[in-house]
């Protein structure tokens, strides 16, 4: 039973918006979604999280859908600076990590 | 100070030396992580603390042995290390929101080679 299940690569555009989709079927109803990202050899750096409504900060937007069973990490206009992997992640009583999405920017 | 300071950043040592790598944050976080991340793999968790006392740990070989001095220090001491144990050595912090949340600040990683 995959804790998370993320895509393995996407590409994006600079400049245009880029959707990194996460599944979490198995979600229990008071456990909160968090994103982190990790630039190569870099430590982990947190994006956002959510529990049930839509939320919005200074690097991202997660839209999680009604069912909770799944969310979107939503990087508004993206920058090469933006090349990482993304982890969407469960705490699960501890932070546990799947195998992210590698999203590539081009110029 | 919003930051976890990890030392050293590289570290090479034998298969028989004894080395210590060290974790620091002066956040006021009550927890601490280490986690070990192999090239192109996820960070895997390796132990917890809470308020200074080991709360997990996933079922780390004994080579590896944690201490929580206090609640601004985090070490992890190496001893008896196989090559296949060259990694990042990543450490966190973090305390339970309001909310609930409990959001992780990570540091930049101590990069480990065994010979």
């Known amino acids: 039973d995959a804790k998370t299940t993320q895509p393995p690569s996407m590409d994006c555009a600079e400049g245009r918006a880029a959707n990194l989709p996460c599944n979490h079927s198995t979600i229990s109803g008071n456990e909160y979604v968090y994103w982190y990202r990790q630039i190569h050899s870099q430590g982990p750096q947190y994006i956002i999280h959510?529990?049930?409504n839509n939320e919005t900060n200074e690097m991202a937007s997660l839209i999680i859908t009604e069912d909770r069973k799944s969310s979107t990490l939503i990087l508004p206009h993206a920058t090469l600076r933006d090349t990482a992997v993304y982890y969407c992640t469960r705490p699960l009583g501890r932070l546990y990590f799947g195998r992210g999405t590698q999203l590539t920017v081009w110029p | 100070d919003t930051e976890v300071t990890q030392t050293p950043k590289h570290l090479v040592m034998g298969m028989t030396n004894k080395k210590s790598l060290k974790c620091e944050q002066h956040?006021?976080?009550?927890?601490m992580y280490w986690y070990k991340q192999k090239a192109k793999k996820p960070p895997e968790l390796m132990f917890v603390?809470?308020?200074?006392?080991?709360?997990i740990n996933e079922s780390v070989p004994s080579r590896f042995s944690p201490e929580c001095p206090n609640s601004s220090l985090l070490n992890l001491h190496l001893h008896a290390l196989q090559p296949e144990d060259s990694a990042l050595y990543l450490c966190?912090?973090?305390?339970?929101?309001?909310?609930?949340?409990?959001?992780?600040?990570f540091g930049a990683g101590s990069r480990l080679t065994v010979l």
């Open positions: 966190a912090s973090s305390q339970i929101m309001r909310s609930g949340a409990n959001v992780l600040t």
């Open positions: 959510g529990l049930k």
């Open positions: 956040m006021g976080h009550r927890a």
């Open positions: 603390y809470s308020y200074e006392k080991l709360s």
